[in-house]
């Protein structure tokens, strides 16, 4: 059975029970393990691309992805992107401050500008490489990070507070981009959606219900109908939204390390993937035993339900790869 194959019956509850689904996220880390830059790793989908293979190969890990950094839409929108060398991309500048701007900015073409085409064939290279054997994770922005991405985290709330109208425009506008740009990564062949929309941590579960909830489940929704499945990532503590999110219908939903894993089961039921939660500051600053010994009692615990073994967010950059191999080897039963 390959990796893919795995990832299938993942999904349908029927995964080997000889080892937990591992899937961290890498993005620096993949990046300087293969001898390279994060800023080449963000603006070259061939370095991307091989440099989640090489970590892939090395640490086991069951999945690769095309993640590297929140700004894919937004330089389609036509906000200005700084690539660093290692650092995450900066956007140097918000261009929505005014309803006029969120009225003027572009319905983008993702085949034709040069950031969402870059994943797009990022998407592509896998499939080349790979041959489908390997699950390929695709990502976009959800429409509240996008919407911050495009404002200004600051301004966003605010008028998510003071100006409904606004909000909703700029959110739709957000939405219709990240369909466009999940069908154009799932046409060239990957196996799963991963929808990153971080911010919501920050906000109440009323707010996350007027002006979020049904925008996840269309997204979801939308994709489902494309045939693939969905991972929603929102960092941080989201206990308090649980109940609106189990209402979405993901796939997969990552938890850090601030959520109790009973209590989202209990929430979310069944059916759905659980991933993390692990303190990424842990399995970067422990002893491998001590990664090892964490992460054994969650494969332990969790590894008959429908679970990856992953830390609560990205893996850093400075983790020492042995404490990513003492993951791997926990996950297995």
Not at 3 to 17: I, N
Request: charged content about 25%; overall charge negative.
């Amino acid at each position: 059975m390959d990796k893919r194959q795995v990832f299938l019956s993942l999904l349908k509850g029927e995964a080997p029970r000889e080892r937990v689904f591992f899937r961290p996220i890498l993005m620096h880390f993949a990046a300087r393990f293969n001898n390279t830059t994060y800023g080449k790793f963000a603006s070259d989908y061939r370095t991307l691309v091989e440099s989640n293979i090489r970590a892939m190969e090395y640490f086991d890990t069951d999945m690769v992805s095309l993640i590297s950094d929140p700004y894919r839409e937004t330089s389609a929108f036509g906000a200005r992107i700084e690539y660093i060398d290692e650092g995450v991309p900066r956007c140097l500048e918000h261009i929505v401050r005014s309803y006029e701007d969120v009225k003027d900015l572009p319905d983008p073409d993702v085949h034709k500008c040069d950031r969402t085409l870059d994943r797009i064939k990022g998407a592509g290279y896998f499939r080349k490489l790979l041959k489908g054997t390997v699950p390929v994770g695709g990502w976009v922005e959800g429409p509240l990070a996008e919407a911050c991405d495009l404002a200004g985290v600051d301004n966003m709330m605010i008028w998510l507070m003071t100006d409904p109208d606004l909000s909703n425009h700029l959110l739709d506008k957000c939405l219709l981009l990240a369909k466009k740009f999940a069908k154009a990564q799932i046409d060239e062949g990957c196996d799963l959606i991963g929808i990153g929309d971080a911010i919501c941590s920050q906000i109440d579960q009323s707010t996350y219900d007027l002006f979020i909830r049904d925008r996840h489940a269309e997204l979801i929704s939308f994709i489902h109908g494309l045939g693939v499945p969905v991972k929603l990532h929102i960092c941080g503590n989201i206990t308090h939204l649980l109940e609106s999110v189990a209402m979405v219908k993901t796939d997969i939903i990552d938890l850090d390390w601030q959520v109790d894993i009973d209590q989202a089961r209990s929430i979310m039921g069944k059916d759905v993937v659980l991933g993390g939660n692990i303190n990424p500051v842990f399995v970067q600053d422990k002893t491998k035993e001590e990664v090892f010994t964490k992460s054994k009692e969650l494969a332990d615990r969790y590894g008959d339900q429908k679970y990856l073994l992953a830390a609560g967010c990205e893996i850093t950059v400075l983790t020492p790869p042995e404490n990513l191999l003492a993951m791997r080897k926990a996950s297995y039963l």
